[in-house]
Protein backbone atom coordinates (compact mmCIF):
# COMPACT_ATOMS: atom_id res chain seq x y z
CA UNK A 1 0.00 0.00 0.00
CA UNK A 2 1.54 3.19 -1.05
CA UNK A 3 1.27 6.31 1.41
CA UNK A 4 1.48 9.47 0.48
CA UNK A 5 1.78 11.93 3.31
CA UNK A 6 3.40 15.04 1.51
CA UNK A 7 0.68 16.91 3.74
CA UNK A 8 2.81 15.58 6.71
CA UNK A 9 5.93 16.89 7.67
CA UNK A 10 7.93 18.47 10.85
CA UNK A 11 7.78 22.52 9.87
CA UNK A 12 5.44 24.14 8.38
CA UNK A 13 7.06 26.41 5.62
CA UNK A 14 8.25 23.02 4.54
CA UNK A 15 5.16 22.00 4.44
CA UNK A 16 3.62 25.24 2.80
CA UNK A 17 6.48 23.96 0.22
CA UNK A 18 5.79 20.92 -0.43
CA UNK A 19 1.78 21.44 -0.97
CA UNK A 20 1.93 24.38 -3.02
CA UNK A 21 1.90 23.05 -6.68
CA UNK A 22 -1.46 23.60 -7.35
CA UNK A 23 -3.33 24.21 -3.74
CA UNK A 24 -6.51 22.31 -5.15
CA UNK A 25 -8.33 18.90 -3.44
CA UNK A 26 -10.98 17.62 -5.53
CA UNK A 27 -14.04 15.97 -4.16
CA UNK A 28 -14.59 13.05 -5.92
CA UNK A 29 -18.04 12.78 -4.97
CA UNK A 30 -19.04 10.52 -8.11
CA UNK A 31 -20.98 7.25 -7.23
CA UNK A 32 -19.74 5.55 -9.80
CA UNK A 33 -16.57 3.73 -9.38
CA UNK A 34 -15.30 3.37 -12.85
CA UNK A 35 -16.38 7.60 -13.76
CA UNK A 36 -14.61 8.37 -10.41
CA UNK A 37 -11.25 6.71 -11.64
CA UNK A 38 -11.69 8.33 -15.74
CA UNK A 39 -12.47 11.75 -14.02
CA UNK A 40 -9.23 11.14 -11.64
CA UNK A 41 -6.52 9.81 -14.25
CA UNK A 42 -7.79 13.30 -16.06
CA UNK A 43 -7.40 15.51 -13.51
CA UNK A 44 -3.82 13.73 -11.43
CA UNK A 45 -1.63 16.01 -12.98
CA UNK A 46 -2.98 19.03 -11.70
CA UNK A 47 -4.26 18.43 -8.13
CA UNK A 48 -2.56 18.00 -4.96
CA UNK A 49 -5.00 15.62 -3.53
CA UNK A 50 -8.12 13.95 -3.92
CA UNK A 51 -11.31 13.65 -1.27
CA UNK A 52 -13.36 10.80 -1.07
CA UNK A 53 -16.66 10.47 0.23
CA UNK A 54 -19.78 9.06 1.28
CA UNK A 55 -21.13 8.51 -2.52
CA UNK A 56 -18.37 6.72 -3.48
CA UNK A 57 -17.85 4.66 -0.41
CA UNK A 58 -21.75 3.72 0.16
CA UNK A 59 -21.94 2.52 -3.89
CA UNK A 60 -18.47 0.50 -3.74
CA UNK A 61 -17.54 -0.54 -0.30
CA UNK A 62 -14.05 0.23 1.31
CA UNK A 63 -12.40 -1.93 -1.42
CA UNK A 64 -13.28 0.97 -3.50
CA UNK A 65 -10.28 2.61 -1.46
CA UNK A 66 -8.14 0.02 -1.64
CA UNK A 67 -7.68 -0.22 -5.32
CA UNK A 68 -7.48 3.95 -5.89
CA UNK A 69 -5.14 3.70 -2.83
CA UNK A 70 -2.92 1.41 -6.03
CA UNK A 71 -3.62 3.93 -9.03
CA UNK A 72 -2.77 6.94 -7.45
CA UNK A 73 0.15 8.53 -5.19
CA UNK A 74 -1.86 11.71 -4.64
CA UNK A 75 -3.23 11.79 -1.30
CA UNK A 76 -6.11 10.55 -0.02
CA UNK A 77 -8.77 12.39 2.40
CA UNK A 78 -12.01 10.28 3.71
CA UNK A 79 -14.41 12.40 4.01
CA UNK A 80 -16.24 10.54 6.45
CA UNK A 81 -17.23 13.45 9.11
CA UNK A 82 -16.79 11.00 11.30
CA UNK A 83 -18.95 12.28 14.92
CA UNK A 84 -19.31 9.62 17.16
CA UNK A 85 -18.47 8.79 20.48
CA UNK A 86 -15.10 7.70 20.96
CA UNK A 87 -14.74 3.94 20.24
CA UNK A 88 -17.20 4.42 17.47
CA UNK A 89 -15.26 7.38 16.00
CA UNK A 90 -11.87 5.50 16.30
CA UNK A 91 -12.91 2.08 14.69
CA UNK A 92 -14.71 4.16 11.83
CA UNK A 93 -10.58 5.70 11.09
CA UNK A 94 -9.31 2.31 11.86
CA UNK A 95 -10.94 0.67 8.56
CA UNK A 96 -10.36 4.21 6.71
CA UNK A 97 -6.35 3.77 7.55
CA UNK A 98 -6.82 -0.22 7.19
CA UNK A 99 -8.24 0.67 3.44
CA UNK A 100 -4.90 3.17 2.67
CA UNK A 101 -6.44 6.63 3.06
CA UNK A 102 -4.09 9.27 4.16
CA UNK A 103 -5.83 11.61 6.29
CA UNK A 104 -9.69 11.82 7.61
CA UNK A 105 -12.01 14.36 8.04
CA UNK A 106 -13.75 14.35 11.62
CA UNK A 107 -16.52 16.68 12.89
CA UNK A 108 -15.23 18.86 15.86
CA UNK A 109 -18.67 19.41 17.96
CA UNK A 110 -18.32 16.01 19.97
CA UNK A 111 -15.55 17.17 21.89
CA UNK A 112 -12.53 16.26 23.17
CA UNK A 113 -12.88 12.64 23.84
CA UNK A 114 -14.35 11.82 20.34
CA UNK A 115 -11.59 13.95 18.55
CA UNK A 116 -8.63 12.40 20.84
CA UNK A 117 -9.67 9.23 19.66
CA UNK A 118 -9.35 9.77 16.15
CA UNK A 119 -6.19 11.59 16.47
CA UNK A 120 -4.79 8.78 18.48
CA UNK A 121 -5.78 6.18 15.26
CA UNK A 122 -4.44 8.87 12.61
CA UNK A 123 -1.13 9.18 14.39
CA UNK A 124 -0.90 5.21 14.97
CA UNK A 125 -1.46 5.19 11.01
CA UNK A 126 0.80 7.84 10.48
CA UNK A 127 -1.86 9.80 8.53
CA UNK A 128 -3.98 13.21 9.05
CA UNK A 129 -6.60 14.30 10.99
CA UNK A 130 -8.70 17.28 10.17
CA UNK A 131 -11.42 19.14 12.03
CA UNK A 132 -14.72 20.75 10.64
CA UNK A 133 -15.00 23.88 12.43
CA UNK A 134 -18.47 25.47 10.58
CA UNK A 135 -19.99 23.83 7.59
CA UNK A 136 -19.71 25.47 4.43
CA UNK A 137 -23.54 25.72 3.76
CA UNK A 138 -25.86 28.92 4.55
CA UNK A 139 -27.17 27.07 7.30
CA UNK A 140 -24.03 26.12 9.58
CA UNK A 141 -24.37 29.82 10.30
CA UNK A 142 -27.56 29.30 12.62
CA UNK A 143 -25.52 26.95 15.10
CA UNK A 144 -22.02 25.54 14.04
CA UNK A 145 -20.84 28.52 13.83
CA UNK A 146 -21.35 29.32 17.29
CA UNK A 147 -18.97 27.06 18.28
CA UNK A 148 -16.16 27.23 15.38
CA UNK A 149 -13.61 28.97 17.04
CA UNK A 150 -13.66 26.61 19.71
CA UNK A 151 -13.65 23.62 18.17
CA UNK A 152 -10.43 25.68 16.65
CA UNK A 153 -8.95 25.58 19.50
CA UNK A 154 -9.53 21.98 20.52
CA UNK A 155 -8.25 20.78 17.38
CA UNK A 156 -4.81 22.44 17.75
CA UNK A 157 -5.14 21.26 21.74
CA UNK A 158 -5.45 17.66 20.45
CA UNK A 159 -2.76 18.32 17.73
CA UNK A 160 -4.92 17.79 14.52
CA UNK A 161 -3.46 18.73 11.53
CA UNK A 162 -5.59 20.76 9.76
CA UNK A 163 -9.08 22.77 9.72
CA UNK A 164 -12.11 22.05 7.02
CA UNK A 165 -13.22 25.35 6.67
CA UNK A 166 -15.70 27.32 4.39
CA UNK A 167 -14.54 28.71 1.06
CA UNK A 168 -18.32 30.43 1.49
CA UNK A 169 -17.28 32.61 4.56
CA UNK A 170 -14.04 33.74 3.71
CA UNK A 171 -13.58 36.08 6.54
CA UNK A 172 -14.34 33.03 9.06
CA UNK A 173 -11.01 31.29 7.54
CA UNK A 174 -9.49 34.46 8.83
CA UNK A 175 -10.75 34.27 11.93
CA UNK A 176 -9.46 30.52 12.03
CA UNK A 177 -6.32 31.21 10.50
CA UNK A 178 -5.89 33.64 13.51
CA UNK A 179 -6.79 30.97 15.92
CA UNK A 180 -4.46 28.40 14.82
CA UNK A 181 -1.38 30.57 13.35
CA UNK A 182 0.94 28.40 11.23
CA UNK A 183 0.09 25.19 13.55
CA UNK A 184 -2.74 23.84 11.39
CA UNK A 185 -3.42 23.46 8.12
CA UNK A 186 -6.73 24.86 6.53
CA UNK A 187 -8.83 23.02 3.58
CA UNK A 188 -11.54 25.03 2.06
CA UNK A 189 -14.33 23.56 0.72
CA UNK A 190 -17.33 25.77 -0.95
CA UNK A 191 -15.33 26.43 -4.14
CA UNK A 192 -17.41 26.27 -7.37
CA UNK A 193 -20.97 25.02 -7.06
CA UNK A 194 -21.70 26.56 -3.65
CA UNK A 195 -20.36 30.26 -4.60
CA UNK A 196 -16.69 30.37 -3.40
CA UNK A 197 -14.82 31.79 -6.12
CA UNK A 198 -11.12 30.13 -6.75
CA UNK A 199 -8.06 31.64 -5.03
CA UNK A 200 -10.58 33.52 -2.60
CA UNK A 201 -10.04 31.23 0.16
CA UNK A 202 -6.41 30.88 -0.23
CA UNK A 203 -5.69 34.38 0.11
CA UNK A 204 -7.77 34.58 3.01
CA UNK A 205 -5.84 32.27 4.75
CA UNK A 206 -6.38 28.92 3.54
CA UNK A 207 -3.90 26.16 2.65
CA UNK A 208 -5.89 24.39 -0.24
CA UNK A 209 -9.02 24.90 -1.57
CA UNK A 210 -11.63 21.95 -2.41
CA UNK A 211 -13.62 21.90 -5.24
CA UNK A 212 -15.93 19.18 -6.48
CA UNK A 213 -19.50 19.30 -9.07
CA UNK A 214 -17.23 22.23 -11.08
CA UNK A 215 -14.49 20.09 -12.10
CA UNK A 216 -16.52 16.04 -11.89
CA UNK A 217 -19.56 17.72 -13.43
CA UNK A 218 -18.47 19.48 -16.30
CA UNK A 219 -18.69 17.27 -19.46
CA UNK A 220 -14.66 18.72 -19.88
CA UNK A 221 -13.01 17.91 -15.90
CA UNK A 222 -9.65 18.24 -17.59
CA UNK A 223 -10.51 21.79 -18.94
CA UNK A 224 -12.41 22.57 -15.66
CA UNK A 225 -10.02 22.37 -13.23
CA UNK A 226 -7.06 23.64 -15.44
CA UNK A 227 -9.61 26.70 -15.29
CA UNK A 228 -9.84 26.45 -11.59
CA UNK A 229 -5.90 26.45 -11.31
CA UNK A 230 -5.25 29.54 -13.48
CA UNK A 231 -7.96 31.56 -11.53
CA UNK A 232 -6.47 30.84 -8.30
CA UNK A 233 -3.03 31.47 -9.66
CA UNK A 234 -4.16 34.84 -10.79
CA UNK A 235 -5.59 35.83 -7.70
CA UNK A 236 -2.47 34.88 -5.59
CA UNK A 237 -0.47 37.01 -8.09
CA UNK A 238 -3.10 40.22 -7.56
CA UNK A 239 -2.86 39.41 -4.31
CA UNK A 240 0.48 39.44 -3.54
CA UNK A 241 1.16 42.31 -6.36
CA UNK A 242 -1.15 44.65 -3.98
CA UNK A 243 1.07 43.65 -1.24
P1 LIG B 1 -18.74 20.75 -4.11
N1 LIG B 1 -17.72 19.68 2.34
C1 LIG B 1 -18.36 20.88 2.09
N2 LIG B 1 -18.49 21.79 3.09
O1 LIG B 1 -18.83 21.14 0.99
N3 LIG B 1 -16.50 18.32 3.84
C2 LIG B 1 -18.00 21.60 4.35
O2 LIG B 1 -18.10 22.46 5.21
C3 LIG B 1 -17.32 20.38 4.61
C4 LIG B 1 -17.18 19.44 3.60
C5 LIG B 1 -17.55 18.68 1.27
O3 LIG B 1 -19.76 21.56 -3.38
C6 LIG B 1 -18.84 18.24 0.61
O4 LIG B 1 -19.40 17.15 1.31
F1 LIG B 1 -16.81 20.15 5.81
O5 LIG B 1 -19.34 19.89 -5.15
C7 LIG B 1 -18.35 17.85 -0.76
O6 LIG B 1 -17.77 16.57 -0.72
O7 LIG B 1 -17.59 21.57 -4.59
C8 LIG B 1 -17.25 18.85 -1.04
O8 LIG B 1 -16.74 19.25 0.23
C9 LIG B 1 -17.69 20.07 -1.81
O9 LIG B 1 -18.15 19.69 -3.05
Do not use: W
Not at 176 to 183: A, C, E, F, H, L
Not at 196 to 223: H, W
Amino acid sequence: MTKNNAFNTDSFETRRQLISKTRTIVALDVPNYNNAIKILKLIEPHVDGIKISYPLIMNNGLTAIQKMRSLTNLPIIADLKIADIPETSSRIAELAFEAGVDGIIVHGFMGRDSLESCVKIANLNNGLTFVVTELSNPGAAELMQNIGDKIAKMALEVKANGLISPATRPNRIQDYRRIVGDQLLILSPGVGAQGGNSGIAIINGADFEIIGRRIYDDSDPLKAIKKHNSDLQSQLLNYSSDL
